[in-house]
Every structure is written in C-alpha cells, then in structure tokens.
Nanobody, 115 residues
Framework: VQLVESGGGLVQPGGSLRLSCAAS????????MIWYRQAPGKERELVAI????????RYVDSVKGRFTISRDNAKNMVYLQMNSLKPEDTAVYYC?????????WGQGTQVTVSS
C-alpha cells in the first residue's frame, strides 16, 4: 500500500497549486480520501474529504470556495485544487485513505505561500 503526494511548492499569495495523490495497493473507491495539513507548531487539520460511495465532499470552513477535492478511481488518483492561496495555507499537506478497518498515509508535500 502506498500513497504518494506531489505538486507542492512555493507560490505567491493569490496563486494556485494542484496537489496530486497517487494511490496503489488498495481499491480507491472503497476508501474515504482525505487531505490534511499541518503547519509548524500546529496540530494536523482535516482540510477536505471525498467520501466513498456517493463521492460527496466536505471542507474545513477556512478553505471553502477556494479548494476543491476530486478523485479518479479508475486512475487511482486524488487531487486537491487550491486557488486564491493565502500565507496561512502554508503547511505540509498529507493524503489519507480511510475505511472502517484501515487507514493509510502519504509522506506529505510542502506548500509555502509567500511573497
């Protein structure tokens, strides 16, 4: 089982990034797929979730209207489109796969929003 995030980097405020999470070793459609983030000195925070089955999505209030989570079960990929980025979005972003019996984590990708 493996989750590999990519797409992080340095971006100016107001800019955009698209994070990708490549999944392998399990059936993506059977898992809730979640993006978390952790800023320095802060606890890990749930950012967005794509639920299995109905593919509904939910977001933390601070990113609503700016971030979009999506998945492609056929390609075993999950994405986080991040627009109108703010300095407070700076964090390590983690991809998580969760079911009733298992949870898997990626290694994280750094996103830095700074001028």
């Amino acid at each position: 089982v493996q989750l590999v995030e990519s797409g992080g980097g340095l971006v100016q405020p107001g800019g955009s990034l698209r994070l990708s999470c490549a999944a392998s070793g399990f059936t993506l459609s059977s898992f809730h797929m979640i993006w978390y983030r952790q800023a320095p000195g802060k606890e890990r925070e749930l950012v967005a979730i794509s639920t299995s089955g109905d593919d509904s999505t939910r977001y933390v209030d601070s990113v609503k209207g700016r971030f979009t989570i999506s998945r492609d079960n056929a390609k075993n990929m999950v994405y986080l489109q991040m627009n109108s980025l703010k300095p407070e979005d700076t964090a390590v972003y983690y991809c998580n796969a969760a079911s009733a019996s298992n949870t898997y984590w990626g290694q994280g990708t750094q996103v830095t929003v700074s001028s």
